[in-house]
Structures are given as structure tokens and as C-alpha cells.
């Protein structure tokens, strides 16, 4: 399933609980897009300003009541994590500069798993602190 939805309120009526954003800051996002993912999964992506050199290209936030649909990232590997976030990155050659590397970071809380992917030049550091913001 991937069905996009009108906002964060028809998010909300999918988890049957509020979507949990994240509160740090965000860049500038040219666009945001919610989809459905599964019975009781959203993604909420923000397709962020790139037209800076060495700036990310997207962020996306799963939240469900099951994990997130697996996703083939391949030559991915572990990259550490704290805090009960598992972290893999994958170097994404074939993409274009701002949306490479791909990063993921996966965890649950509050009953609901999170996964959180960030494309492009993205510091590990600024990625947990916006984990631990959702």
C-alpha cells in the first residue's frame, strides 16, 4: 500500500493517535508529502531546499503500529546508534549529490515504530538529536 493522504490530520486518523513530529528544526522543505504505508503506517516526507551545494535532499519519518515495509538498500551497513536507534547507511552512487548517502535510523517508542531516512549530506550526530525529538 502507498496512498497518499490530504495532512497530518488524516495521519493522525491512521495511527489513531497524533503522527509524532519531530520537535527539533528541520531545513527548509520545498514540499511535504504523507502517505499511507500500510494498515497503520504513515511516512511524512520532506523534500527539502537542495539548491545550496553540499545540502540534504529529503527526509522521510515512518511511524506505525508495525515496522516499517523493509527496504533494499543495497551495499548498506551498520553505522552505530545509541539510545535503542539502530543506524545503516548506504551510498546511493547512482543518485544525485543531495540525496546521497541514504541513511537509516530505526527505533520504537510510546508503542509505535520509527524510522527515520535522511538523503544526503546529513551528520550522524544531527540525525539521533532528531530521533530523540519525535
Known amino acids: 500500500m502507498h496512498e497518499p493522504l490530504e495532512g497530518i490530520a488524516d495521519a493522525d486518523a491512521v495511527l489513531g493517535r497524533p503522527f509524532p513530529l519531530p520537535s527539533a528544526a528541520l531545513p527548509l522543505a520545498r514540499w511535504v508529502d504523507v502517505v499511507q504505508v500500510g494498515e497503520h503506517g504513515v511516512e511524512v516526507a520532506w523534500n527539502l531546499d537542495d539548491t545550496r551545494a553540499g545540502t540534504p535532499g529529503r527526509l522521510a519519518l515512518y511511524a ?25 547507511t548506504a551510498a546511493l552512487g547512482e543518485a544525485q549529490p543531495s540525496l546521497r548517502p541514504v541513511t537509516e535510523l530505526a527505533w520504537e517508542r510510546d508503542g509505535l515504530h520509527l524510522r527515520l531516512t535522511a538523503q544526503g549530506p546529513w551528520e550522524i550526530d544531527t540525525l539521533l538529536a532528531l530521533a530523540r525529538s519525535v
Do not use: F, N, Q
Not at 69 to 85: F, H, K, N, Q, T
Open 64 to 88: 506505525g503500529l508495525g515496522p516499517a515495509p523493509d527496504r533494499d538498500l543495497p551495499g548498506a551497513r551498520e553505522a552505530g546508534g545509541e539510545d535503542g536507534i539502530t543506524v545503516r
